[in-house]
T-cell receptor, first 119, second 114 residues
């Protein structure tokens, strides 16, 4: 079974500054995806960014980028130029690929990091 | 596209009552997932369907929980009888290989069992 650990329950950042959220995972799989989801107070789960494990290049989406270290099983999220709308819970998630049996294609989530952007 | 649609948005019921949560996945998606979110346990998978067939229901907590997907456009999660410890937010998500297996979530149903 896979586990996902987010060691920072809460973080805060000044508006326009940069913040990095940490995530580590444990798996024996070689073929998987990693995700960051954002959950604002509205409760909606919103995809922020996705990383395919076979790709060495780190994924980027506008102000959001990841630092993917496969050997270390680390997947951190960097938010640049933080905005008030970035205030939310951020969840790191793991998806095993391959086959259609138990454990494949489902998301395993970390406990989340609550990010507050301070004006 | 309207996205994943869940109903109701909020449900308040009394212990012992039957509760049915509903989900309409994104058109063309062939995988559907039900998750539960609580403060204590975080987000956890209850069950998922592929092409309307249940693939993994190991997360369903008890026989009181059941899920169906009679067609590609509709799924239900039923709790009978409900208990206070079932109080949580229940999310439905859908995906497909064409969407690169990205799961798109509905707005969730907040269930309160009194």
């Amino acid at each position: 079974a896979q586990t996902v650990t987010q060691s920072q329950p809460e973080m805060s950042v000044q508006e326009a500054e940069t913040v990095t959220l940490s995530c580590t995972y444990d798996t024996s799989e070689n073929n998987y995806y990693l995700f960051w989801y954002k959950q604002p107070p509205s409760r909606q789960m919103i995809l922020v960014i996705r990383q395919e494990a076979y790709k060495q290049q780190n994924a980027t989406e506008n102000r959001f980028s990841v630092n993917f270290q496969k050997a270390a099983k680390s997947f951190s999220l960097k938010i640049s130029d933080s905005q008030l709308g970035d205030t939310a819970m951020y969840f790191c998630a793991f998806m095993k690929l391959g086959g259609s049996g138990a454990g494949s294609y489902q998301l395993t989530f970390g406990k989340g990091t609550k990010l507050s952007v301070i004006p | 596209d309207a996205g994943v649609i869940q109903s109701p948005r909020h449900e308040v019921t009394e212990m012992g009552q039957e509760v049915t949560l509903r989900c309409k996945p994104i058109s063309g998606h062939n995988s559907l997932f039900w998750y539960r979110q609580t403060m204590m346990r975080g987000l956890e998978l209850l069950i998922y369907f592929n092409n309307n067939v249940p693939i993994d229901d190991s997360g369903m907590p008890e026989d009181r929980f059941s899920a169906k997907m009679p067609n590609a456009s509709f799924s239900t999660l039923k709790i009978q009888p409900s208990e206070p410890r079932d109080s949580a937010v229940y999310f439905c998500a859908s995906s497909s290989r064409r969407s690169k297996n990205i799961q798109y979530f509905g707005a969730g149903t907040r269930l309160s069992v009194l």
